[in-house]
């Protein structure tokens, strides 16, 4: 039982198999096969001071999942703060009122700053271009999850990062998480401007992994177990750049092509959502809908046991869980897309 | 179990006849006498991209009289659109999260598409100009239930509908919902430029339906048992009409002078609300607060057990209604309003 | 059992005694020992027509913590009155709803007007310079917690209110529950122009309370029980004013000089929340923050139960606490701030 997630950097990876044990528990429930009461009568305070309707939702239905009562707040301040209320002062109120926090904040540093001075647990949902633990955590869940699935084992794989790889703090995050795992095989590739920042090349470097830089897509690449794309804002690219990638969509651009040209039936595709759709976005393409290797939806469903696991760690309860479930009187119908295929099947 | 409600086209008259079997079971609970857990561990998405504080709370609540935990979402539109997240890649992921989803939409058709590519259970909580097929059931449910109360039949009723009936979309679902039933004397009142479209007149007189239609309130009528009236909104009003109908309160007003003079005491009297009791509104007349005919909150009431029965069909556990029923240990007092007569009797 | 919670004045010495007597009650669910599911199935319309999310989060808290569901509204209007729909139906709409509904509406006596029509319990939750009752019987909680806790007696204590005395609705409501009690002394300490208004002052001085009204709080005191504080607003100050008090923060400032100098170890210092902890605000100073005289957070704690009593007793289960109570599952664990002694302790 820890207080509070703030960051991947405050887990083991001893840590982060047993959330994912805990995880995997969870599984019977996040599909609706089972139900639980195991947090009956706790309060969630979900403190979303920037707009999140995706995390948002995706927090309150995993607490509520567990049995619990969700109390939401959105909007860019608490009323009270904009009355000069101190960040000490509102989550000492709200510690009070509540029994776990999750907190989105555009401000670095201020989901640490409102924990410190109490012992509700605080989940960090964010904080503008710091941290986003719980991302990060279902990413890799993500992967292991899919390895599982595919009979295949994560030593020795080879993850292809690309897109913008200086701004995404979720590609930061899961950087940091797979560098705690034996040695990997991770390909990066971004415009010049957008690479992964050096000193954290270096840190998965000096933990034995075998990290590689390239400038485009449009090369050879060894086969490829993982290809995680973030999207590329165009806006971000100073004139020079936008003259020397004038073809930055074949360039980058993850898609259905790319995908038969480089990576067998077994590669999975991710992205942390969402993905920009609208014509000339250059971010992950839409002709890949359907198609098994297209993960991301899969990803967004790990997000609910992975966030019911943070939890029920969180609060003590993560050894209650499977005494605590009962089956489900109620049954959605099975899914249709086919990208449905792992989540369907318990 | 059907997988959505999307349109009163979409329903028989043997499954609206089941819904109202099944809002009829619900009325013990939708009265606080009776309480559920037949949905505990459930999860509602109940999104509104449109503001509907009514309609949002009326879902909400029947939603959670279910036993079910609802997570909202309100504002124009999610964030994640906003980054130009396609309509597909929001519902996919709601659909991971949530096991029922309310969409209201400012455009016609979003719900639809929105629908398509999941299996959760999406109920069109109103897009736009075109569908709100909850209202239309509940008042649909409302006119049998009131007709069960003073032991008439609804075989060749007569209905007035009035207002403005070209923009209203609640009347027109109520129209093809009354189309199902055996013949029925449908008296339409508008004034020129606000009449019912002819196609959907057509419609229901091919369906052997007696309709008539008036250009004013003040005239002869047979006598009456359901009066339903939607504003007129003076801002649709070409100037020819403004100078035409210059006494417009006097034609199209339904107060308290019409009622006793056209309409015996059994009739009711309707009105899908809000309505406007701003001085000069030219919307139901708030004269006829505390008359028995006066049905409209009766009406609204309706919007909790209709609410509720549609959850339980799209979820499966319409069977389950009566079984999971316990006494509830609180109760709400009696209500004090005398238009309150059938909701406080079992 | 009683209708609506709408003013202090409704309340007379009985009545807050049975409160506080369910409040203690509620004391083991609020520290989160123990939870109830004694309103199952329950529905609280928590709308907030005017923004304060530690008030909206305190009563969504403590409806779920009695197993109750709460739907909440937050923004300037309701959709539906701002296309013209009056209070009176918007409230009967709401009847039909919820089982309860807390209030709160920038404009006085509009919670009054909206509970008329209707028999579900309405709570006012502030009606701007109104009333805000549940905050005033918190803080008389608060009072009475403490007092038991030091091992003292309420009667003849002495109180010392300051700040703002004129516009702060909290501390007149506060002063009328006083009132109530056995002959105390109580000290008003405010800058000419927002004293407490000499009614108030003269009521209070009928029922046989000793009160007295300094200008500054650089004088002599005799030995002070409790020190209210409500922040002085700067803008309130006429310019004449501005000049007399140049030194404002030296002369209305509460702050650990203050207290060493005038109180005693068992002083309380309380504040109705939120406090400005800006530079040069003039607001309860924040050298305090450990100091266990700081009641301020075990006061804004005490929300919890004393909100939950008035539910309970509303909606007439209050007799049915103890028997409900079981152990919780999940465990917060003990806090960390000084303040926080009594919170933690059963």
Redesign the interface.
Known sequence: ?S?HLLSVDDLSLDAVEHLFTIARRMEP?AR?RK?????????L?NLFFE????TR??F??AF??L?G?????TGFT????A????L???S?????????IVLRHPDQGSVAEFSR?????VINGGDGPGEHPSQALLDLYTIRQEFERLGKSLAGAHLLLTGDLRYGRTVHSLMRLLSLHPPLRITLVAPPGLEMPGELVDLVASRGHRIESRESLETHFEPVDVVYTTRIQKERFTEEMQERFHNLSDEFRVNRAFLDRHCPPETIVMHP??????PG?N?LD?DL?GDPRLAI?RQ??N??PVRMAIFAWL???DH?IEQ?MRD??????????PDDAS?VTL
Request: with cysteine.
């Open positions: 039982m207080p429930i609706r139900i639980t009461r195991v947090l009956e009568g706790a309060v305070g707009a999140s309707t995706r939702m995706s309150h239905a509520s999942r049995g009562s969700v109390c939401d707040t608490f009323s009270s703060m009355k000069g209320e101190s000490y002062d509102t000492r109120v709200m510690a009070g009122y509540v029994d776990a001075a109490i012992n509700v647990p959502l969402p993905r920009d759709s609208r976005a971010d839409v809908n939806f967004t469903d997000g609910i609060m003590g309860v209650l605590s489900v009187g109620w049954q959605v119908p099975e899914r249709l897309s989540f």
